[in-house]
Nanobody, 132 residues
Framework: QAQLVESGGGLVQPGGSLRLSCTAS????????IGWFRQTPGTEREGISC????????YYAASVKARFTISRDNAKNTVYLQMTSLNPEDTAVYYC?????????????????????????WGQGTQVTVSS
């Protein structure tokens, strides 16, 4: 069964940085646009970034723009989320997911991050905690 695996989460102090990774062991991510979401208990999953497969265009939610950077290394079959200037409000479980090709082809949803309904295959999530 196709699945994604996130890694790189952990505990970091306010102002610190982390880099999350998203990879798939048994299939090729080259043809999929990939998004990152985050979720805290009792809230809906928030879309924070997306990178397209065709031209590597990137999109960000306002809450993370200028602090987070999404990138991909097709040779390593991995998508990254570099997070800087972290604050306690960034504490959440972070998920990566593939954009539904049938809906959006090789692009991010409406050239934006989209909603969870625009995505199909998800990882299990990685916890990021920002605390002193």
């Amino acid at each position: 069964q196709a699945q994604l695996v996130e890694s790189g989460g952990g505990l970091v102090q306010p102002g610190g940085s982390l880099r999350l990774s998203c990879t798939a062991s048994a299939w090729n991510l080259d043809y999929y646009s990939i998004g990152w979401f985050r979720q805290t208990p009792g809230t809906e999953r928030e879309g924070i970034s997306c990178i397209s497969s065709n031209d590597h265009s990137t999109y960000y939610a306002a809450s993370v723009k200028a602090r987070f950077t999404i990138s991909r290394d097709n040779a390593k079959n991995t998508v990254y989320l570099q997070m800087t200037s972290l604050n306690p409000e960034d504490t959440a479980v972070y998920y990566c997911a593939t954009v539904k090709v049938a809906l959006h082809g090789s692009r991010c949803p409406q050239r934006s991050v989209g909603t969870p309904d625009d995505y199909d295959v998800w990882g299990q999530g990685t916890q990021v905690t920002v605390s002193s």
